[in-house]
Each structure stands twice: as C-alpha cells, then as structure tokens.
C-alpha cells in the first residue's frame, strides 16, 4: 500500500532535481583543460584597426554590445573553442583595440545565447569607414573543409554579401602588434556602459 506514496515521493524529489542539473549545471560538451589554461594567459582573438580619432567610440560600441557578461562564443572555431564561452576584455593603443581572452568555460545547454566573435565584430564594425580592418586569430574561425589555412591569422572582408566573408593573411600585419602587451584591465568593460 506504501507502494505509490513512495513512487509519488521520488518523482517529487527527483524530478527538480534533474531540471536543476540540466538547467544550470549540464554543459553541451566536456571542459578542455588546454584550452583554460591557454585563455587564462590572454591571447590575442581579435584586433581592429581604425581611426585614431574612432577609437574610443568603436570601443565603447562593442563593450555595450557585449553586454555586462563579457561574454563571447567562437562559434565558426574550431574544436573545442565551438562549445566553450570565453570571457573577453578590450584595449586600446593608438588606432588599434585588441580583444583578448580572460577567461573560459563550457558552455550550459539552457543559457541565455551568447553572441559570437564574429558575428558581434561584424555588427558593430559594420558602419566603420572601409580603410578599417579586422584581424581575426587563427582559431576564431575554422574552414570546414580544411582546403584553406590561415597561421598568420585571418582578415574579415567587409565588402559584398557572403555567408563567411574571411580571407586568409599570408603574414600577420604588424598592427596586431600594437596590442601585444595590452591587458585587458587596462580599458576595463564595467566602465563603458
């Protein structure tokens, strides 16, 4: 007779047991240790030329675009960046505004959606001037047919209308230099909005 009332009682329990777990704990894929440690010495993802006088207005369109996370997937990367989120932070030296990795972990499989590299970099740089320039690091976008292969580095091309507009750099610019010794505490994201 206890039968049912004791059935009744595990669903009630484990039921928003399991919600819990899947709504804030379940991940899309395994955490890459490599890939932690590697965020947390802060790499380069991406870089954006412009005008010196533009610098501060790009970098506070692309902090508000952002959002208080911070938070960015690279989402056209290759594995394991594609189910990882990475925490980014900005900076500016002259006329280039680096952004670099913090900081990474898994992605959750009922988050809110997090915007991607490329896409976030597209939108706010969209409205620049064409003398401009994007620089991409070589993991930030992963050709899925492995014809083409970017070490120094790829470069998004603002012009036309296609569906994956990165082209290759067959040496890496030295403007991206500019932001090598850049943190990003040095233009912290809170103070932007």
């Not at 900081?103 to 959606?113: G, H, L, N, Q, W």
């Not at 890496?172 to 850049?182: A, I, S």
Request: charged share 20%; hydrophobic share 40%; proline share 7%.
């Amino acid at each position: 007779m206890d039968g049912p009332l004791i059935l009744h009682m595990v669903l009630f329990f484990t039921v928003p047991l399991f919600w819990g777990y899947r709504r804030f704990f379940e991940t899309v894929g395994p955490e890459s240790a490599e890939l932690i440690e590697l965020c947390r010495t802060g790499p380069l993802l991406a870089a954006v030329r412009v005008r010196a006088g533009d610098v501060a207005a790009v970098s506070r369109a692309l902090a508000k675009r952002l959002g208080r996370r911070s938070e960015l997937k690279l989402s056209l990367g290759n594995w394991p960046w594609t189910h990882h989120v990475v925490k980014v932070g900005l900076a500016e030296r002259d006329s280039v505004i680096s952004i670099r990795a913090i900081s990474c972990r898994a992605e959750r499989t009922k988050e809110a959606p997090v915007v991607g590299l490329t896409n976030w970099l597209r939108e706010v740089t969209s409205s620049l001037p064409i003398e401009s320039e994007i620089w991409l690091c070589e993991a930030a976008y992963g050709d899925v047919t492995s014809q083409v292969q970017a070490p120094a580095g790829w470069r998004v091309v603002r012009e036309g209308d296609q569906p994956f507009p990165y082209e290759p750099y067959s040496l890496r610019p030295n403007w991206t230099e500019l932001g090598k010794d850049l943190t990003p505490a040095s233009l912290p994201i809170g103070q932007l909005g």
